[in-house]
């Protein structure tokens, strides 16, 4: 496994989680690195992103102001800490790397268009958050 994501679990609504993307066997900030989440019948969509760096980072508009995504290098994780969590993100939430990506975007490219799924290669087995009303 060299993606390795945790941290979900069942929280009522305006509860918090931080979300961990563990890595092994690659440096996890020589790529970008981001949060995608699939809910029962919809499609897999992205969360959040962030670039090598940390500097640049992507939210989606319905978790932006809730959801930061930051890196700790040293520890080669990539968080997400989710707050005032609302039923509608009941999802398994995958960290996926751009490692092995035959489609690497130009680092010019905005934030919000590299945090496309098509953009990523390496994927963790996900995490199950449930947010009970």
């Known amino acids: 496994v060299q993606l390795q994501a945790s941290g979900g679990g069942l929280v009522q609504s305006g509860g918090s989680l931080r979300l961990s993307c563990a890595a092994s066997r690659f440096p996890l900030d020589n790529y970008v690195t981001g949060w995608f989440r699939q809910a029962p019948g919809k499609e897999r969509e992205g969360v959040s992103c962030?670039?090598?760096?940390?500097?640049?980072?992507y939210y989606a508009d319905s978790v932006k102001g809730r959801f930061t995504i930051s890196r700790d290098n040293a520890a080669n994780t990539v968080y997400l800490q989710i707050n005032s969590l609302k039923p509608e993100d009941t999802a398994v939430y995958y960290c996926a790397s751009m490692r092995s990506s035959p489609w690497r975007p130009a680092q010019s490219m905005s934030m919000e268009r590299q945090c496309d799924r098509k953009y990523f290669a390496t994927w963790g087995q996900g995490t199950l958050v449930t947010v009970s009303s």
């Open positions: 962030i670039s090598k760096s940390g500097g640049r980072t």
